[in-house]
């Protein structure tokens, strides 16, 4: 059989190939970015914008795919900042973290860690968010008087 009996040339045939590939490209291109491909996930977003919120310059101390991880200090102590992809990322993130104690100020899909919620009150002025606590560990004295 030779190939121009298979797709016959000629201006009768132009328009209907044409159109068949479009559909074909149509499907492909459906089928992938309906769930039937691989979908690329947004990486989490920069620390700057948290980093200007205390303000400070932090260490870049992780750079993955799902989380973007800071650290610095400043005048009020210490703070990690925390940036993820997603919003599970995030919340799996905080389950294991809360066993270590601290304070979190926690917004969409961003984290910054203190020692104690006073260091994140300018800081939550600046950019919303809720402060949670972690796991208190140690005496229950910490400095003050006993009730």
Same mark, same amino acid.
């Given at each position: 059989m030779s190939p121009g009996a298979v797709f016959p040339a000629g201006p009768r @045939? $132009?328009?209907p190939r044409t $159109? !068949? =590939?479009?559909c074909v490209a149509a499907v492909l291109l459906t089928a992938c970015s309906a769930g039937g491909g691989p979908r690329a996930v947004p990486g989490p977003p920069p620390l700057e914008p948290l980093a200007s919120a205390v303000p400070c @310059? #932090? +260490?870049v101390v992780t750079d993955a795919g799902e =989380?973007? +991880?800071g650290a610095c200090r400043t005048g +009020? !102590? $210490?703070y990690r900042l925390l940036t993820f992809a @997603? #919003? $599970?990322g995030e919340q799996a993130w905080l389950t294991e973290a809360r066993a270590y104690g601290g304070s979190y100020l926690v917004g969409d899909r961003w984290v910054l860690v203190a020692q104690h919620p006073g260091a994140l009150d300018a800081v939550r002025a600046r950019l919303g968010g809720t402060v949670e606590g972690g796991a208190h560990h140690g005496s229950a004295h910490? !400095?003050?008087a006993p009730p």
């Amino acid at each position: 059989m030779s190939p121009g009996a298979v797709f016959p040339a000629g201006p009768r @045939t $132009a328009v209907p190939r044409t $159109a !068949g =590939l479009l559909c074909v490209a149509a499907v492909l291109l459906t089928a992938c970015s309906a769930g039937g491909g691989p979908r690329a996930v947004p990486g989490p977003p920069p620390l700057e914008p948290l980093a200007s919120a205390v303000p400070c @310059t #932090p +260490e870049v101390v992780t750079d993955a795919g799902e =989380l973007r +991880e800071g650290a610095c200090r400043t005048g +009020e !102590g $210490a703070y990690r900042l925390l940036t993820f992809a @997603t #919003p $599970a990322g995030e919340q799996a993130w905080l389950t294991e973290a809360r066993a270590y104690g601290g304070s979190y100020l926690v917004g969409d899909r961003w984290v910054l860690v203190a020692q104690h919620p006073g260091a994140l009150d300018a800081v939550r002025a600046r950019l919303g968010g809720t402060v949670e606590g972690g796991a208190h560990h140690g005496s229950a004295h910490h !400095g003050s008087a006993p009730p």
